[in-house]
């Protein structure tokens, strides 16, 4: 059961056009999201993060939104760089119990940015 | 060094052979995790330490698979008899406590084929 799906495997955008990166989540009990960025041969690196109680998260050129009800999350770039062309996961988490700390990842978008 | 790494960075081994991949998180952090990714997949969690117990073991996928984790520092995830299926990147993270939830650093991974 995927608990955590980003149907979008690969995204294009043109630099400085705004690149839009979605991610849907079935368990209504997390309380947290992350967004992770993976390039080539390394591993994911933190990006941006929001509580369930938030809706809204943003930090610098990264915005990330959740629509609680519809059980959503994006991930907002505003403008694209070339440099932004990765593998993009969006996490989930629960706060509680022997959970804590234990990542629930989605599929990956693969965003390509051109010059 | 001041990330997590892990070793080896690839391994290719035959079927029904025993490996073992090692995390060296970084110096200070009592969280460890280790996730792995199939091709075209998510991260999948495996398994969770905190200092040198695993609160929770619930992510592997049989009793092929045991992690270890001595001085706080340093695991090990063993897989025993290994199986085609079990090729992928297996991913490890660390972080200052299972509560800084946002600050899960990523080693690079090991690749691991399975023929």
């Known amino acids: 059961d995927q608990q955590v799906k980003q149907n979008s495997p690969s995204l294009s955008v043109q630099e400085g056009r705004i690149s839009i990166l979605n991610c849907d989540y079935t368990n209504s009990m997390f309380d947290y999201f992350l967004w992770y960025k993976k390039y080539p041969a390394e591993g994911p690196t933190f990006l941006i993060s929001i509580s369930s109680i938030k809706d809204k998260n943003e930090d610098g050129r990264f915005t990330v939104f959740l629509n609680k009800s519809a059980k959503h999350l994006s991930l907002h770039i505003v403008p694209s760089q070339p440099g932004d062309s990765a593998v993009y996961f969006c996490?989930?988490?629960?706060?509680?119990?022997?959970?804590?700390?234990?990542?629930?990842f989605g599929q990956g978008t693969i965003l390509t940015v051109h010059p | 060094g001041a990330g997590v790494s892990q070793s080896p960075s690839n391994k290719v081994t035959e079927k029904g052979k025993d490996v073992e991949l090692r995390c060296d998180p970084i110096s200070g952090h009592t969280a460890l995790y280790w996730y792995r990714q199939s091709l075209g997949q998510g991260l999948e969690f495996l398994i969770y330490?905190?200092?040198?117990?695993?609160?929770?073991k619930s992510g592997l996928p049989s009793d092929r698979f045991s992690a270890e984790r001595t001085g706080g520092s340093v695991s090990t995830l063993t897989i025993q008899r290994t199986q085609q299926e079990d090729s992928a990147v297996y991913l490890c993270?660390?972080?200052?406590?299972?509560?800084?939830?946002?600050?899960?650093?990523f080693g690079p991974g090991t690749r691991l084929l399975v023929l």
């Open positions: 996490a989930a988490g629960l706060a509680g119990g022997t959970s804590y700390g234990k990542l629930t």
């Open positions: 993270a660390s972080s200052l406590a299972p509560t800084r939830w946002e600050t899960q650093y």
């Open positions: 330490f905190q200092g040198n117990s695993a609160p929770d």
